[in-house]
Nanobody, 119 residues
Framework: QVQLVETGGGLVQAGGSLRLSCGAS????????MGWFRRAPGKGREFVAA????????LYAASVKGRFVISRDNAKNTVYLQMNSLKPEDTAVYYC????????????WGQGTQVTVSS
């Protein structure tokens, strides 16, 4: 099994920054993609960003593009989400997830970390 643990959430004022980290442990994979998702109160889960194993290419939701930066340190099995210019609508529980090909989906999830942005 794979364990994912997120850290770095908290309370921040609008316009501020936070950096989330997610460490992976347990079963290892030759290659894997990692992503961040979030769930705001009363809403469904939303894709935020992902970084691919191959080439390190990244994807972002339109709502965070230009403000958030996803990165990874493969040697540490860790993925980061640098969140800048935070807005109250970014308030959510943030989850990291791992996808190990050939699976088409993110099969492993962390427990989540709360991010609250005050206006």
């Amino acid at each position: 099994q794979v364990q994912l643990v997120e850290t770095g959430g908290g309370l921040v004022q609008a316009g501020g920054s936070l950096r989330l980290s997610c460490g992976a442990s347990g079963r290892t994979f030759t290659s894997y993609d990692m992503g961040w998702f979030r769930r705001a109160p009363g809403k469904g889960r939303e894709f935020v960003a992902a970084v691919m194993w191959s080439g390190g290419s990244t994807l972002y939701a339109a709502s965070v593009k230009g403000r958030f930066v996803i990165s990874r340190d493969n040697a540490k099995n860790t993925v980061y989400l640098q969140m800048n210019s935070l807005k109250p609508e970014d308030t959510a529980v943030y989850y990291c997830a791992l996808r190990a090909p050939p699976s088409p989906s993110y099969d492993y999830w962390g427990q989540g970390t709360q991010v609250t942005v005050s206006s």
